[in-house]
């Protein structure tokens, strides 16, 4: 998939088909796909993305070229497009087994990475649409009560602020673990009454 063309070669392609061979800097496709340099030379020699090896300046040694940049985020998007559906699923799963699932294994079978700032706003964007999305919301359970941490064993904040929003929790007046088990206890019930 990897081709080489010497510069004169690379502009006449890109003169001749500047949709197909229209090349993006690394720096540029590491921006927009918003992950590290390493990860951008991992996709391409995977073949995910078609580079275009030109001059010997690094700088520019190596460059994406857009239409594979396009194609790739496009599969990329309808990816996690899907995500809050799986998050659901997961869940679901797990509240008629009547277990709780730690946040960052959720996340990294979604892909994510715990530890990377931008990836967990993503992930608590999308676990909110999966709670809105649940059977159980218009009950007033949120789903996403289920994903705990490890250590302390209670959700993230983002459960109790979403409640907030609700009308389902005040805080300073309600206290997290209580109103964690109730939803905890009301969610394991309500799949035990043969709800899904």
Same mark, same amino acid.
């Given at each position: 998939m990897r081709s080489r063309y010497g510069i004169a070669e690379? @502009?006449?392609l890109w003169q001749t088909d500047p949709q197909h061979y229209g090349c993006v800097p690394l720096q540029q496709v590491s921006d927009s796909l918003q992950i590290g340099a390493q990860d951008v030379a991992m996709l391409i020699d995977k073949g995910a993305? @078609? $580079?275009? @090896?030109?001059g010997d300046v690094s700088e520019i040694r190596s460059m994406v070229t857009l239409k594979s940049l396009l194609i790739f985020k496009s599969a990329r998007a309808s990816m996690m497009q899907d995500r809050p559906v799986r998050i659901l699923k997961i869940l679901t799963e797990a509240a008629c087994s009547k277990k709780t699932l730690l946040y960052g294994d959720v996340m990294q079978s979604m892909g994510l990475t715990y530890q990377?700032?931008?990836?967990?706003?993503?992930?608590?964007k999308e676990l909110r649409e999966a709670t809105r999305k649940s059977a159980l919301f218009e009950h007033g359970l949120l789903i996403s009560a289920l994903?705990?941490?490890?250590?302390?064993?209670?959700?993230?904040?983002?459960v109790f602020l979403m409640a907030q929003e609700l009308g389902l929790f005040t805080p300073g007046k309600d206290s997290k673990t209580v109103f964690f088990k109730e939803q905890l206890d009301r969610i394991f019930?309500? $799949?035990?009454?043969?709800n899904k």
């Open positions: 690379y @502009e006449n993305l @078609e $580079c275009f @090896e030109i990377d700032a931008m990836q967990r706003q993503t992930f608590k994903l705990v941490y490890k250590i302390q064993f209670i959700p993230d904040d983002d019930r309500y $799949c035990d009454d043969g």
